[in-house]
């Protein structure tokens, strides 16, 4: 694929704002489309003033964030300040040129942070992928040609590590989002249109989460837009699909989210000529399973939804300790529905000493879920043991940060 030509940061800005074309972005700054592609061209025009606010506003970033070259003389304007802890994408390299070799070092790291996520610490592991995100950015400004799309990639791929880091373990949306954007300029910079889809549908959970539908699914139509570009597996596809299905779940449209599911399914099933991504490590048949089995519960289909976990929870690998903590969350959720108080506090249970171990905010979110839903059987003996464990000091305190 060649690569993308014109101001990719900008293109990529507006599409994490959820203006999904250019017609749409000039519509809510009041300008013209014309103005909006000449901003998007390879050479952008420094904006009017009486425009700049409003763009800046519209999108969340200053102006040379957005890819715009500030004039020099008594017109420069000072920038506004990037998002605290985040380096800004270069588009360019200075003359110091670093040898190939960097991109393979570099992105041996990349890939070490992504195995690493699954056993260390958030908390250890997200700084450590913020400041390797950091240096990428510098070495953007030092690498050329294919050396630098890789480099680019990586960076894409850590900010994308550290976003789900913010989103999934520390539930801190607005900080997720402002890294998921980085990391989709970053994809842009390397003509990545895989990495990008998979950065929009991480996006898509932000609003999902919050309830709103419309802002999801305008970033799951851009996820799929740039998969088309592909070429697309069947497994990120069917991720697709799968992330759809929860976005929709937590939107209370069930029956559309199982419709996904089994779409999601099929494609599985039938398999595909276009390989994984290297980086798509966190979605599998058995994850797809969980997927489903969460569905399945939110919609009332218990005796489905219990069987669907518990299958899950079988086909687990050992190593997928943080999911293990959602499942037994979600099969406890399934008991005290099915008015089962004993056999829900032991799911709990269990979840809670698996948190114990790993952390997951994810886990904790879905056990303090069913604590809620077992109130009317709080007088019994199994929830009062739930209780010494859900409120000893360090999980009081985790609990009230939601």
Known sequence: MPQQTGNTRLRAARIAAGYASQQALAAALGVGVRQVRRWESPAPPWPHPDIQQALTRALGQDLESLGFTVPDGPTRRPALTAPAGHATIPTQATSVVQPATVATDFVSVTRSHRRLYWSVAPATLHPAALAHAT???ALLTETVGQTRRHVAAAVAESYLLAG????????????????LLRA????????DPLLGAAVLAHMAFVPAWTGDRGAAVERMVAARTYARRGPASAELLAWLDAVEAECETRCGHTRTALHLVGHAEDLLAAGGEHASPEWLDWF??????????????????????R???LGVLDGLPAAEDKQRTVILGDLAAVEAAAGRPEEACRYALRAL???AVTWYAMGMDRI???????APHQHEQCVRELDDRLYGWATTVSALRR
Not at 184 to 191: C, M, R, S, V, Y
Not at 368 to 374: A, C, D, F, G, Q
Request: glycine share 6%; proline share 5%.
């Open 135 to 137: 240096l990428g950015c």
């Open 164 to 179: 789900r880091i913010e989103f999934f373990d520390m539930r801190e949306p607005e900080r997720a989002s402002a890294t």
């Open 184 to 191: 989709l300029q970053a994809a842009g910079e390397a003509d």
């Open 284 to 305: 599998s048949p058995v994850r797809l399973a969980a997927f489903k089995g969460n569905t399945q519960l939110r919609a009332g289909h218990l005796p489905q939804a």
């Open 307 to 309: 069987t669907t976990l």
């Open 353 to 355: 000493d698996q948190l």
């Open 368 to 374: 303090t879920e069913v604590r809620r839903s077992l």
